[in-house]
């Protein structure tokens, strides 16, 4: 859920990842109602987006990467951007995103004047 606007968003997931998380519920025995990844201080509620950006600068810290480079938000912003670049679709982007206003939306992708004006060349009416 989006959580600005209470707004289902879609999501999609690499076959690879849809078999390890499977497992995972799997062998945590989850039921459903249960988080999948709970919170380490109450383990009947899900993981804080705080908690993920530790846990997440943690892991670029394992790997020698610095995690003032990297944050939850900015991987959120590599997808639309790589989104955009190949499919040149700002609105499959707006959807991924689940924002409701398109202005919203061009600030994720990097999208400058220039680019913004090839697309409305783009479109004839």
């Given at each position: 859920?989006?959580?600005?606007?209470?707004?289902?968003?879609?999501?999609?997931?690499?076959?690879?990842?849809?078999?390890?998380?499977?497992?995972?519920?799997?062998?945590?025995?989850?039921?459903?109602?249960?988080?999948?990844?709970?919170?380490?201080?109450?383990?009947?509620?899900?993981?804080?987006?705080?908690?993920?950006?530790?846990?997440?600068?943690?892991?670029?810290?394992?790997?020698?990467?610095?995690?003032?480079?990297?944050?939850?938000?900015?991987?959120?912003?590599?997808?639309?951007?790589?989104?955009?670049?190949?499919?040149?679709?700002?609105?499959?982007v707006q959807l991924r995103l689940g924002h409701?206003?398109?202005?919203?939306?061009?600030?994720?992708?990097?999208?400058?004047?220039?680019?913004?004006?090839?697309?409305?060349?783009?479109?004839?009416?």
């Amino acid at each position: 859920m989006q959580q600005k606007t209470g707004r289902p968003v879609q999501l999609e997931i690499t076959e690879q990842t849809r078999e390890a998380a499977g497992r995972w519920l799997e062998t945590k025995n989850l039921h459903k109602g249960k988080p999948p990844v709970p919170s380490r201080i109450n383990r009947a509620r899900p993981m804080t987006m705080r908690q993920y950006a530790r846990l997440l600068a943690s892991w670029l810290r394992a790997i020698r990467l610095d995690p003032l480079a990297y944050g939850t938000h900015s991987l959120r912003r590599t997808k639309a951007s790589m989104t955009y670049r190949t499919t040149g679709n700002l609105r499959a982007v707006q959807l991924r995103l689940g924002h409701s206003k398109i202005e919203s939306t061009v600030r994720y992708p990097g999208i400058d004047v220039d680019d913004a004006l090839l697309i409305a060349e783009q479109v004839e009416i």
